[in-house]
Each structure stands twice: as structure tokens, then as C-alpha cells.
């Protein structure tokens, strides 16, 4: 089954061709589909997918730029176009950057199932001179073998074919291999925050060329006792498969590998373990755990050994908590500090009760989180701009009441600056008349009753609240209604009834409705989800 990536800025042509495909009877699916270049070429990257169909105007970049891109790494994956344009120069383009086909729109299904034909047809001529090479360049084998490793492992390859391979060279030998364990080696750069971090002793010395590359994988795991494989994806990142192992067999080859490391490279290594497989096809999948694992060093601690069965029960133990994300996020956008000040309130009551390296990672992502919203509006960021780093601030604390604390401070800081920026601009008098909306939820009046307290007549109020503020009063009104609601309806203690009432509703049924066409939600579904 060929993998089809399909690049166009239109989303129904995409969902078009997608269901040609499908219906097609060939033996190709769509496993991605991307509108503009910058993500195209992001899943060729991840995916490596068999084929690329692009168009040729895209939002970032033309087609034949991404096609440009991708053949200065890749001279064999097929590559068609389907435009709208029947230009001379843009085929001649198209054929020298190797295209099997340059078809127009609107296209047949008899046109598109033939190329998609032709490209299956020249992934298989490749593929079977790629065979014949690899068998000629047997005195190779011990690269072959890490680089048929890694096929199997990141699926650069179909599984069943790098099995077939594997199966052919005998490569797991004639011994027992049954379960497989897949251990990703990450080296640490050697920065001082991280050597902070982990603890891990530096000499002094300069070892930046330092590389899992050319390190002997089977005599540092020789006294495990547990047949390894291993492979070097990158300077700093090796794979290592482990035969035969149990969980604790894991465990120790692991450490024996950050000890041997440690004294080969003077460096740190955490390294992440994933859990054991009984089948060669589920390698891919125990690959992505281990990988996962390693990479959450910057959570639970640098130069550790971490079993992903170890962060995976973190993730299904907190999926609740993280559920008031998006709600803190819309409310820290609105400035609502006091909206802010209630979930966090919430929130602490139940991190309190888990270990400290889990409130770290959790914090370290709401936080990250906020700073993405900071950062997302040039007028809030440049009023921060002084503001230490709060990551490196929180990386220091070691105690979990601290921690809490500390990024809950940051939390409604940055919620307040927000609702302040957005104010600057605006007379104190206007700024007097919108607390007094919020003050005055419950009553009768509105506008007539605004225009008397701020000495003016209704009609010019109304014209200058919308010239200074940018919004109505009635729409400001209801956002503030809203707002003020949600944050009501977080205290479990208040019934919608008293809610309603307490923003300006006397119907608790009207209420409802409201609510609902303001959030999405009912009242009673609000709580559900984030209480």
C-alpha cells in the first residue's frame, strides 16, 4: 500500500481527491494532506510519504518550490502536479524536477487514476533496483543492518517488506527474541541549566564532538546478559532494541549503557524505555513510546531513566485537570483576572495531592501555554518585556507548594496586565463607566441608568462609549454578563438559578438559552466540563 501525500490550498479539492483515491481500487491511501508549503514539506519530512501530488499555487510558496525543496534530498520519490495552469515554462519546470505527470484541472478520474498508476509503477522500479543494490553491498552489513533497523522502527519503509528483508538475513539470529524492548538514548547537550538540572558531573572540558556515533553498542551491553541491537539516528539520539527482556532486564541495560556513556563521553544520557512488544510489526509503535519517554526529561529531570508505562499513568491520571486549559486560556485572553483567579483556585486543591515531579511537568505546560498567549499580542509582550524568564523562574523551585504558587502569581499578573493594556487608551471616565456595568449586573436600566450616574444623556452616552471603547454598551454589557457568569458557575457551591439572577436574569430558562448561544454549552454542561 503506497502512501500518498496531497498538497493544495483548497480544502474541498483536497477532500476530493482524497475520496478518488479511495475509491480508486489501487493500492495507495492518503496518509496526509497539507494547504500550504511550510506544512507540506513538514509532513514529507515526518511521514516520508511514497508519492507528492501539489498544486502549483500555494498560499506560502509555489508547488514547484516545495517540488524544489524536496529534490535536493530525495531524487526518487514521484512527484505529480495537478494546476490550473497550462504553462509551457512551468512544465519544462515540472519535468526537470523529475514529475511523472503534469495533469490539469479539472481532472478525470480516468487522467488521475492513470497517474497515480504510473507513479505506483515507478516506486516498484525503485524499489527493486534499491533490492539489488542492498544485496551487492554486502560487505556492508553492519551499516545495512542499522539502517534496516531504523526503516522498520520510523516506518520509512512498509513493515511487512523490512520484515521480509529481516527474514532473509537471518538478522535476530536463531535464538528466542520474544518480547522486544525498544530504549531511546538521548545525550544531553552539556548547558548549565541542564547540568544543574540532572546533577550530572562535567570535568570542565569541552566535549561538544562527543556522538553516539562509532560506539560499540554490543560490548557496552555485554554484561547485561540481553541480546541488543543497536542504531544511530542522529549525533545525539541512538536506538537500541533489547531481545529476550523483561521490564527490569530493561532497566538494568539501561543504566549500564548512561554508566558506560558517562565514562566514554563524559556526558549525560537519559534514556526513555518503552513497553515490551510480542510482534515484529508493533517495533514502530514501542519506537514512538520510547522516543516519547526520553523526551520528557525536561519534565521529570535530566540523566533519568524513564519507562514511558511511568508518564503514560501521569497522562491518564490528569486528563481532568488539563480539561480547564482552553477555559483559562479564553478567559486570560479577555483579561478576566478574576474569571482566571477562580480556576486556578480550583486547580490547586488538585494538584496539591500529586508527587512533585508530576506538578512540575503539568505546570511547565499550562505555562508554556500562557506565555504562547503573551507572546501572541505585541502590545501585551512589550509590556512584559522586563519580566524574568519564568520557565528558568520555575526551574529553580524544587517544592511543589512553591511552584504552585509561584505560577499562579505569574498567572493572574499576566491576566491583569492584559485587562490593563487593553484599557490604556481608553478616559478613566469610560473605564469608570464599564466597572460600573460589571458592578451593576443585576439591574433594571442600563443605559438610562449609566447616562445618569455619568451625568450625560443617554443617546450621547451611547455614541461615545461606542467611539472610545470600540464595542456597544449592550455588547459590552452581555460580554461582561457572560464572563461574569462563567466565573460564578465555577463555584459548585452557587445554583444556576442564583447565577442567573446575579447577572441580570430573572428567567433561569431564558438563562439557559443564552448561555448557550454566548459558550456553546448550557450551564449545567459548563460545569460537567470544567469542574
Not at 45 to 64: C, N, Q, V
Not at 117 to 138: F, P, T, W
Not at 365 to 390: F, I, K, N, Y
Amino acid at each position: 500500500m503506497y502512501r500518498l501525500l496531497i498538497v493544495d490550498d483548497e480544502y474541498h479539492i483536497r477532500e476530493g481527491l482524497k475520496r478518488m483515491v479511495a475509491q480508486s481500487g489501487l493500492s495507495i491511501k492518503v496518509s496526509a494532506m497539507a494547504g500550504d508549503g511550510e506544512t507540506a514539506l513538514r509532513l514529507y519530512a515526518e511521514r516520508r510519504p511514497d508519492m507528492i501530488l501539489l498544486d502549483i499555487h500555494l498560499p506560502d510558496a509555489s508547488g514547484l518550490e516545495v517540488a524544489q525543496a524536496i529534490r535536493e534530498q530525495d531524487k526518487q520519490t514521484p512527484l505529480l502536479f495537478l494546476t490550473g495552469y497550462e504553462s509551457v515554462p512551468y512544465i519544462r519546470q515540472a519535468l526537470s524536477l523529475q514529475a511523472t505527470d503534469y495533469l490539469l484541472k479539472p481532472v478525470t478520474r480516468e487522467e488521475f487514476e492513470a497517474a497515480l498508476r504510473r507513479a505506483g509503477e515507478r516506486i516498484a522500479e525503485s524499489r527493486r533496483g534499491r533490492e539489488e543494490a542492498i544485496y551487492r553491498q554486502r560487505s556492508s552489513e553492519p551499516w545495512y543492518r542499522e539502517h534496516l533497523l531504523l526503516d522498520l522502527l520510523q516506518q520509512r519503509r512498509p513493515a511487512e517488506e523490512v520484515i521480509g528483508e529481516m527474514e532473509r538475513l537471518n538478522f535476530f539470529g536463531e535464538t528466542g527474541s520474544l518480547p522486544y524492548i525498544v530504549l531511546c538514548c538521548e545525550l544531553e547537550e552539556p548547558s548549565q541549566e541542564a547540568a544543574a538540572s540532572a546533577g550530572e558531573l562535567h570535568d570542565g572540558k569541552n566535549h561538544s564532538g562527543s556522538s553516539f556515533t562509532g560506539l560499540a553498542w554490543g560490548d557496552i551491553t555485554a554484561e547485561a546478559g540481553v541480546k541488543t541491537y543497536g542504531a544511530a539516528v542522529s549525533r545525539n539520539r541512538c536506538i537500541v532494541l533489547l531481545l529476550a527482556a523483561s521490564g527490569r532486564a530493561a532497566e538494568r541495560t539501561a543504566q549500564q549503557i548512561r554508566q558506560a556513556v558517562q565514562q566514554r563521553l563524559s556526558q549525560a544520557v537519559s534514556i526513555g524505555i518503552s513497553r515490551p512488544v510480542q510482534r515484529l510489526e508493533q517495533l514502530p509503535e514501542a519506537y514512538e513510546e520510547a522516543v516519547l519517554a526520553a523526551e520528557h526529561r525536561a519534565w521529570v529531570g535530566y540523566n533519568q531513566i524513564i519507562p514511558f508505562a511511568s508518564i503514560q499513568t501521569h497522562a491518564l491520571d490528569n486528563s481532568g485537570l488539563l480539561e480547564k486549559e482552553l477555559l483559562m486560556i479564553t478567559e486570560l485572553r479577555a483579561g478576566n483576572d478574576a474569571a482566571v483567579h477562580a480556576i486556578l483556585q480550583e486547580w490547586s486543591l488538585q494538584l496539591a495531592g500529586l508527587p512533585v515531579k508530576q506538578v512540575k511537568m503539568i505546570l511547565t505546560q499550562l505555562m508554556l501555554l500562557v506565555m504562547r498567549v503573551v507572546h501572541s499580542d505585541a502590545s501585551v509582550r512589550q509590556g512584559t518585556a522586563q519580566e524574568q524568564d519564568p520557565l528558568l523562574e520555575l526551574s529553580r523551585l524544587r517544592h511543589g507548594p512553591e511552584m504552585i504558587d509561584y505560577v499562579f502569581r505569574y498567572f493572574i499578573r499576566m491576566a491583569r496586565h492584559i485587562r490593563e493594556t487593553r484599557e490604556q487608551g481608553i478616559p478613566r471616565k469610560f473605564q469608570q463607566a464599564r466597572q460600573w456595568i460589571r458592578e451593576h449586573l443585576q439591574e433594571d436600566g442600563g443605559l438610562n441608568s449609566l447616562a445618569a450616574y455619568m451625568n450625560m444623556s443617554p443617546k450621547y452616552l451611547s455614541v461615545r462609549f461606542k467611539q472610545v471603547t470600540g464595542e456597544s454598551f449592550a455588547d459590552y454589557q452581555t460580554r461582561a454578563r457572560f464572563e461574569r457568569a462563567r466565573e460564578l458557575l465555577l463555584d459548585p457551591k452557587r445554583k444556576v438559578a442564583e447565577v442567573a439572577e446575579l447577572v441580570g436574569f430573572a428567567d433561569t430558562n431564558y438563562f439557559s438559552i443564552a448561555f448557550k448561544k454566548h459558550t456553546g454549552l448550557t450551564p449545567t454542561e459548563f460545569r460537567k466540563t470544567f469542574l
